[in-house]
């Protein structure tokens, strides 16, 4: 599956910016839906999680400010970005995790740019 993300680019500190990630196919059998982020200088790590039949796992970082979400009907996962911080700039991407021939097979979107000004 080929997921496609999309979001505002840039933000002021204490606003709000939501991302969209659609998949060219169904997302109702994945095993894990996420978003990770790659912040300047550091290496790529979770912000927030789906797993199996819905349970969400956060990162502390993001705990009471972001929130992730599903739309099977539309294929696609959100992420609800609340209170950013500057430290919140960098690259998110997302990630599904499913089932291939019963193996399971890592997605990946692209990435887009996050800048959270001061």
């Known amino acids: 599956v080929q997921l496609v993300e999309s979001g505002r680019g840039s933000v002021q500190a204490g606003g709000s910016a939501r991302r969209s990630c659609v998949a060219s196919?169904?997302?109702?059998?994945?095993?894990?839906m996420a978003w990770y982020r790659q912040t300047p200088g550091n290496q790529r790590e979770s912000v927030a999680s789906?797993?199996?039949?819905?349970?969400?796992i956060y990162a502390d970082f993001v705990k009471g400010r972001f929130t992730i979400s599903r739309a099977d009907d539309k294929n696609t996962v959100y992420l609800q970005m609340n209170n950013l911080r500057p430290e919140d700039t960098g690259v998110y991407y997302c990630k599904i995790v499913q089932f291939v021939i019963g193996v399971p097979r890592d997605s990946w979107g692209q990435g887009t740019q996050l800048t959270v000004s001061s």
């Open positions: 196919g169904s997302i109702s059998s994945a095993i894990v």
């Open positions: 789906i797993i199996g039949g819905g349970n969400t």
